[in-house]
């Protein structure tokens, strides 16, 4: 299999992933977290708080780290071939995947987790804090889900540019 060939499957891995993590993303952002807003402060600090613990699964891992993997490759080979056609769009998918979904991640959502996990759920603060957390944490999923849509619009892009230039 050609180098190109490889890269060519590489960008369709990472398309598939972004779009993937975007609709676990989008899922929270238009009814999950609105669903867990309704119920009583305690039970959404609750189940909120064993989300956090089961969403580091190995299935989830993989497609949302994985995908950062595929996309750092494709990102490092899309500057290596800038003069290829599509290049410009799969290092902005790729750049917008890493930063927008997995950097927010890391920086905004992860310590927001961080915190709501020593948050006792029937607490004297735990109303104000869940509001609170509510409030950043989707405001920081918002983010990664619109990074992760134009990251998977980009790369289907290069797909397509490279596609059509063979």
């Known amino acids: ?3 190109d060939d490889w890269l060519f499957g590489l960008k369709i891995v990472s398309a598939i ?3 993937l993590v975007a609709g676990i993303f989008f899922a929270f952002s238009t009814f999950v977290m609105k669903a867990l807003a309704q119920q009583p402060s305690a039970s959404g600090i609750a189940t909120m708080q064993v989300i956090n613990i089961t969403v580091i ?3 989830f891992m993989t497609a949302f780290l994985g995908t950062g993997v595929a996309c750092l490759v494709v990102a490092i080979a899309s500057l290596l ?3 290829h056609v599509g290049s410009g769009y799969g290092l902005a998918g790729c750049l917008l995947y890493l ?3 997995i950097g927010v991640t890391i920086a ?3 310590p927001l987790n961080n915190a709501l996990a020593v948050v006792k759920p029937d607490g004297l603060e735990a109303t104000k804090v869940w509001s609170t957390y509510l409030d950043s944490w989707t405001l920081w999923n918002h983010v990664r889900t619109i990074a992760s849509i134009a990251a998977t619009t980009l790369l289907t892009l ?3 540019r490279s596609a059509g230039s063979s």
């Open 81 to 83: 071939k800038w003069q």
């Open 158 to 160: 290069a797909i397509s």
């Open 17 to 19: 992933g972004c779009g």
């Open 99 to 101: 930063i927008g979904s």
């Open 1 to 3: 299999m050609a180098l």
């Open 57 to 59: 699964n190995p299935l």
């Open 108 to 110: 905004g959502n992860v």
